[in-house]
T-cell receptor, first 110, second 114 residues
C-alpha cells in the first residue's frame, strides 16, 4: 500500500510562516497533491507536484523531493482564514485514484 | 467552474435500510469517486469509476456498491446500513489521465445510521 504521513496538528500566529510536511512511499510515484479543507466544507485543490522543486502560487508554495519521498506545503503571511485541514495526497501507482494522508489541522491565532 | 453536487447534506437512516447517495457533476468528467471521511482516519476511497458502467473497488468497499449508468451521475449504495457506516461521504470527479488534473469534490453528505 501507499503510506502518507503528515503531522496531525499545527498552530501558528497571524503573519507567520508555517511549513506542513508530508512523506510518502516512493515506489511507483505518480504525482502529489495538496488540498485545503475548512471545517464542514469540501476539500479544494491547492497544488500539484510531479517534478522536484518548488511550485509557488501566491502565499502558498509546495515543494517535492522524489528521492526522499518528501513534500511540504509552505504558507506565508498567515491569515485567520488559513485555519483549516491540509491534506497531502499521492496519486496511486495505477494513476487511477488519490491516496490521502490523514490531514494536518492548522490553527492560526491572532 | 466545476460543480459536483451531492443530493443531501444531512441524512438520517435506520440500521438495515438500503441507502442511496447521489452525486452529479457538470463537467463531463470521466472519473468519479466516493470517499468517506472519519476523524483520525482521513479520506478513504470506497469505489471509483473511470467510465460509464465501469467501477473499481477502493480501499474499503465492503458493505457498499456503486452504480454509474450515466457519465454525470455516480451513486453510492449501502445495501444494508449499519451504525459503523455513520460518516461524512464525499464524492469527487476528475478528467482522465495522469497529469495534474485535480479531483473536484462535492460538499459532502453527513450520514447518520441509527
Amino acid at each position: 500500500g501507499q503510506n502518507i504521513d503528515q503531522p496531525t496538528e499545527m498552530t501558528a500566529t497571524e503573519g507567520a510562516i508555517v511549513q506542513i510536511n508530508c512523506t510518502y512511499q516512493t515506489s511507483g510515484f505518480n504525482g502529489l497533491f495538496w488540498y485545503q479543507q475548512h471545517a464542514g466544507e469540501a476539500p479544494t485543490f491547492l497544488s500539484y507536484n510531479v517534478l522536484d522543486g518548488l511550485e509557488e502560487k501566491g502565499r502558498f508554495s509546495s515543494f517535492l523531493s522524489r528521492s526522499k519521498g518528501y513534500s511540504y506545503l509552505l504558507l506565508k503571511e498567515l491569515q485567520m482564514k488559513d485555519s483549516a485541514s491540509y491534506l497531502c495526497a499521492e496519486r496511486n501507482q495505477a494513476g487511477t485514484a488519490l491516496i490521502f494522508g490523514k490531514g494536518t489541522t492548522l490553527s492560526v491565532s491572532s | 467552474d466545476v460543480k459536483v453536487t451531492q443530493s443531501s447534506r444531512y441524512l438520517v437512516k435506520r440500521t438495515g435500510e438500503k441507502v442511496f447517495l447521489e452525486c452529479v457533476q457538470d463537467m463531463d468528467h470521466e472519473n468519479m469517486f466516493w470517499y468517506r471521511q472519519d476523524p483520525g482516519l482521513g479520506l478513504r476511497l470506497i469505489y471509483f469509476s473511470y467510465d460509464v458502467k465501469m467501477k473499481e473497488k477502493g480501499d474499503i468497499p465492503e458493505g457498499y456498491s456503486v452504480s454509474r449508468e450515466k457519465k454525470e451521475r455516480f451513486s453510492l449504495i449501502l445495501e444494508s446500513a449499519s451504525t459503523n457506516q455513520t460518516s461524512m461521504y464525499l464524492c469527487a470527479s476528475s478528467v482522465s489521465g495522469t497529469g495534474n488534473q485535480p479531483q473536484h469534490f462535492g460538499d459532502g453528505t453527513r450520514l447518520s445510521i441509527l
